[in-house]
Nanobody, 114 residues
Framework: QVQLVESGGGLVQPGGSLRLSCAIS????????MGWYRQAPGKQRAFVAR???????YKIDSVKGRFTISRDNAKNTMYLQMNSLKPEDSAVYYC????????WGQGTQVTVSS
């Protein structure tokens, strides 16, 4: 079965950086669009960024210029490089296929705080 395993989160000060990874097993990512999502406390899960099978990307306005989404098809892994982090980026981050699989992984917690 397909598994999504997010990692790389942690506690970081404002202005810091983190690199999230999404390791997928059970399904190749190479021919699929993929996305990152996040869920802050008390809020619904929200879309953050996507990367198409051709490598083109799209990000929400609030992370443009700070976040970079990428993929390594050979490793069947997707990444989210997050720079200049702000407290409002604090959330549990999730990855998924687009369209989504119908379930989520465990996510990885990102906390931006001084």
């Amino acid at each position: 079965q397909v598994q999504l395993v997010e990692s790389g989160g942690g506690l970081v000060q404002p202005g810091g950086s983190l690199r999230l990874s999404c390791a997928i097993s059970g399904r190749k990512i190479s021919a699929n669009d993929m996305g990152w999502y996040r869920q802050a406390p008390g809020k619904q899960r929200a879309f953050v960024a996507r990367i198409a099978d051709d490598g083109s990307t799209y990000k929400i306005d609030s992370v443009k210029g700070r976040f970079t989404i990428s993929r390594d098809n050979a490793k069947n892994t997707m990444y989210l490089q997050m720079n200049s982090l702000k407290p409002e980026d604090s959330a549990v981050y999730y990855c998924n296929f687009i369209p989504w699989l119908g379930f989520w992984g465990q996510g990885t917690q990102v906390t931006v705080s001084s």
